[in-house]
């Protein structure tokens, strides 16, 4: 590696290929079918020093923050949701969780050209408050009722043209498929714990689509990159908690709890 680069400030893609199967030997690299995440399959980056391959490194622009750059990944798994849903200018979108996905995707579908962006969370207070400070006036907590009755005052214009769910709740993806309109886009970006159970044939009758939306590839890194470079007192705003390493459990605890929408955790300064 050239000396030169010592020093250089930089993302981490935490996807590791395998440089084995036949998707890296043809160049496909983004197809990797024995990739490895780094804090998944090799040890992850909870330390004050971490090691990734050079080919994983991407060079930050100039003049952004560290705890900017820090939501670099998540961000990209946001962008890329929107981009699988092709939001388009004049689209009605609705975002299932409030979480930071959930937040991303709003900004992303709001920069794709989206005129309507809904928001939905059960008891999530703290974090649509989060997307009300980031200038995102429809948000809607559906404790109590049903995702169709709290969405009622927004279904009387018609169904959504693009769903995104990041909520991981199974249960979820049925009760949100008569919000889309036929033929609209439903982006399924949760991880979930079991598998779900959808209405087929409303599916197929609306002929609506149901796409699944997971790792971005490199080209969307440095697009991410440019946007939070570009809109960081902003995006500052989705930074909640801030925690040093060795207190990273309450860092997980805040997020579990719903308490918390971005928790940075600051390695010890040499």
């Not at 399924?188 to 796409?211: C, E, F, K």
Request: aromatic share 6%; hydrophobic share 45%.
């Amino acid at each position: 590696v050239d000396a030169a680069i010592v020093g250089t400030r930089v993302a981490a893609r935490p996807s590791v290929v395998c440089g084995r199967c036949d998707a890296c030997h043809a160049g496909d690299e983004d197809n990797c079918t024995g990739r490895r995440g780094i804090g998944i399959g090799r040890n992850g980056a909870f330390a004050s020093h971490v090691a990734v391959p050079y080919v994983n490194c991407i060079a930050l622009p100039d003049g952004i923050d560290f705890e900017i750059a820090a939501l670099t990944e998540p961000m990209t798994v946001c962008a890329e949701a929107v981009d699988t849903g092709e939001v388009k200018k004049g689209d009605r979108v609705l975002v299932l969780g409030p979480g930071f996905i959930g937040q991303g995707a709003a900004l992303f579908a709001e920069a794709a050209g989206a005129s309507e962006i809904v928001i939905c969370g059960h008891n999530d207070a703290a974090r649509l408050k989060t997307l009300n400070r980031l200038g995102f006036d429809n948000t809607i907590d559906t404790a109590g009722s049903t995702l169709v009755q709290a969405l009622a005052p927004y279904l009387e214009h018609g169904g959504f043209d693009v769903v995104i769910e990041a909520t991981g709740a199974p249960h979820v993806v049925q009760e949100a498929l008569p919000c889309l309109r036929k033929r609209g886009i439903f982006v399924v970006a949760g991880i979930h714990p079991r598998p779900a159970s959808i209405d087929l044939t409303l599916l197929v009758r609306n002929h609506q689509q149901l796409r699944g939306s997971y790792r971005a590839p490199l080209e969307t890194w440095h697009r991410v990159l440019d946007f939070l470079a570009t809109n960081q007192q902003r995006v500052r705003g989705l930074i909640t908690h801030r925690f040093d390493l060795a207190d990273a459990a309450h860092g997980f605890a805040a997020a579990h709890d719903k308490a918390a929408s971005k928790v940075v955790v600051i390695p010890p300064r040499d």
